[in-house]
């Protein structure tokens, strides 16, 4: 059973960084991409990044491009969003996300989220 | 970046009905669409994807159709564990795209 595990949430001050965190079981890590989506309160669904089983191709939304890095660790299953000079528009619920076939096709499984707050 | 709009932004209806919900590209994409449902306080989960493929697993009372720029999902007979939100999701091209999302409530 694929389950995917996120941590690393809280309320941060604006300006601030987080780092968000990712387990993943059930399935062969290095196999698929990996995603990070979240949804503002109240609000639809924004894919936030997306990273390639192997790190090779890496890609970012317009709004969090150059503050945002996502990463990966294939030897502890684990996915990671490192959140620099955060926002108040960044506080949401964020989705870590198994990538379908291919890397940039969708996700066929979603974690229960880690929800974000950004305020002073 | 793709545009997704979907239509209505919430519909009312009951045990029993067909609902049809809409999903529209701002340029072609060919077959490169997912649907999603969310229930409240629940993640998402996958139902339709490259625009007509069920999941596995998914109820056949759900369909999928289109291509190019206008796409239809489809439940035949509502059923009460099918209230949600369903949101559309295009995979053409980077970034990827979400509709704004489909809420349906029980009439």
């Known amino acids: 059973e694929v389950q995917l595990v996120e941590s690393g949430g809280g309320l941060v001050q604006p300006g601030r960084s987080l780092r968000l965190s990712c387990a993943a079981s059930?399935?062969?890590?290095?196999?698929?991409?990996m995603h990070w989506v979240r949804q503002a309160p109240g609000k639809g669904l924004e894919w936030v990044s997306g990273?390639?089983?192997?790190?090779?191709?890496?890609h970012y939304a317009d709004s969090v491009k150059g503050r945002f890095a996502i990463s990966r660790d294939n030897v502890r299953n684990s996915l990671y969003l490192q959140m620099n000079s955060l926002r108040a528009e960044d506080t949401a619920l964020y989705y870590c996300?198994?990538?379908?076939?291919?890397?940039?096709?969708?996700?066929?499984?979603w974690g229960q989220g880690s929800l974000v707050t950004v305020s002073s | 970046d793709i545009q997704m709009t979907q239509s209505p932004s919430s519909l009312s209806a009951s045990v029993g009905d067909r609902v049809t919900i809409t999903c529209q590209a701002s340029?072609?994409?060919?077959?490169?669409l997912n649907w999603y449902q969310q229930k409240a306080g629940k993640a998402p989960t996958l139902l339709i994807y490259?625009?007509?493929n069920l999941k596995t697993g998914v109820p056949s009372r759900f369909s999928g159709s289109g291509s190019g720029t206008d796409f239809t999902l489809t439940i035949s007979s509502l059923q009460p564990e099918d209230f949600a939100t369903y949101y559309c999701?295009?995979?053409?091209?980077?970034?990827?795209?979400f509709g704004g999302g489909t809420k349906v409530e029980i009439k």
């Open positions: 996300a198994k990538g379908r076939y291919g890397a940039w096709s969708g996700f066929d499984f």
């Open positions: 059930g399935f062969t890590f290095t196999d698929y991409a």
């Open positions: 990273i390639t089983w192997n790190s090779g191709s890496i």
């Open positions: 340029q072609d994409i060919s077959k490169y």
């Open positions: 490259d625009a007509s």
């Open positions: 999701q295009q995979y053409d091209h980077l970034p990827l795209t």
